[in-house]
């Protein structure tokens, strides 16, 4: 039984979630397919992460899974790539990297993922500024290298997670929400407790969006359990004192009360912005984000201007990893049904 | 080019969305899926929506693209038949119906949906005996046949958008967020003031959980726009006066402040409940609620205790439409994997 329908590669931008899954799925109907990361390792913003929400568990198993079968079946990826460029070739498709090497393939799937907030576009947090500001994605690396982060136990009394950093939010231009803040602040503030049993953790948000399996119930946890405190507001400013240590200012929106805090450190959780593509130009977002749109018509939603180059994953807006996964082999089945439309011409 | 793995059928359960889709991508890989529908009509929720959220794309257009390259193909649909056990057998899966019919297949794929919450368990609310106490699906079926509800509009001042009914309430055992439901009450009350201009329109909400693409921009669209009004609030009961209006007590959690209110009609926006399956009691979930429990490996989430049987879309949990297709394109390539991987033995 064999099921090859082609020896000539297609391109898989990107070897983030949305993308490994795309490369696999492409694997299993037969393609050949070669994998573009312009980083200098695979797998994305999870090659950076500690554990996922919710349940814990390891971002690097999660990653073994969905390179290994790749990596047995020889598939080639090429580290440190950047596609510059696409454009219709009487091959199928011309591919330019960022180094100028051309490849012609069949076809391919950009999943390019996103990009974290730029913490310090919100000046009044003070990222860059004060050490003892943080962002989500710093905590997951620091995590994920040392289990730990550089604060001594002893010296922690009080934490701080502010919600939608870089969402929801007009003066940075993103009036969207970015989906996975909350469940993952609510994941980190139980973490935060594990590290720092004695400290007290706040959780500044404006709208809990725990939408998804098993949410509700780790907010319950945090809650119930590991006692993390949920204050609905929006906090206005941080600034470090002389010991280093964050005075900030909001207002408990549920109650109508401003509140002065000081924090040991803070964490910012960054939202996700996109990235534009000008051979995608006919995907340009009206939203005003730089995600790249789709037809928003349900059972298209991997297609781009280009027939042959499909979309998937967090490149399209903020997505779960699972999500991310499950577009990227939406994207793979789209391409191969389109490559076998053409074949049968 | 052929693709042909097998002469054998496949069998789907449900015709929703995830049924759909995975029916769809098996035959895109070369299987024979049959379809077992256990209403009378396909497509299963789907067949009674109006318009979907966020762009207002008409769902029996959606259900026509789903559909109809299903039929082009002669794919088998049985309506009207409801799967009852399944169990393994030497040739693969034996799947019995409701009637007593037994099929033998390769595998199968299960999607057989979501119930909605049935709103007389909310007996504070009077739903089933106020008339003019509807649910959200009651709203859609009535704008889909019709395109307009039973209500005079120059007797309705005022309509009230009850949310989070049977959802996120240990009072009903329903502790999990039904993920959809803020973001169709937005839709709704945006109908709502197309159909009454001069009503006045209150969402009384938990937390506006709008995560997806354009539920924001759909909810800033309604408060600019639309001048629908948003309350932060959870309304303790309805009761019906002798004009057959509604008298609504609540408090708003954002100010403190007690509220009363007669409306003249509400929409109740239920929730998404599971369904218990007992040969697939292994996928028993633990967090109470009767939706079809997986791995949540974030590889392997369409696994069931069944080699050879994936479980697809919202009988697994709250779930949007594009995602139970995605999720049901997954589940189907997970089978096709599992065939091939069985056939290479």
Redesign the interface.
Known sequence: ?T?K?TQFPIAVIGSGPAGLAAAN?LL??GHQPVIFEKEKITGGKLSRWHQ?F??F?SAAE?QE??IGPLKKASVKISTETEVKTMKPDSGGLEIETASGEKIIAKGAVWASGYTEFDARRKEEYGYGLYKNVLTSADVEEMLAKDGKLPFDSADVKRIGILHCVGS?DEKVGN???S?VCCICAVKQAIEMKKLYPSAEVFNFYM???????????LY?EAQMDWQVNFIRGRVSELAEDQQGKIRMKTED????VPMKMTLDFVILMVGMEGKRFSFLSENKNT?GSD?ISYP????G?NQTALPNVMVAGAC???ST???A???G??AA?AL??YL?SQ??K
């Open positions: 039984m099921n329908q799925t299993a109907l996922l919710p349940g568990i999660i899974q969905l929801r009036t969207y929400c989906k709208d809990l969006r725990l939408f998804g399996k098993g949410y509700e119930e319950r929106t549920l109650t109508g939203d995600f928003e018509n349900f059972t939603e399209k807006g903020p990893i699972v999500d996964m499950n577009d082999k939406s089945l191969h049904q076998i074949a049968e």
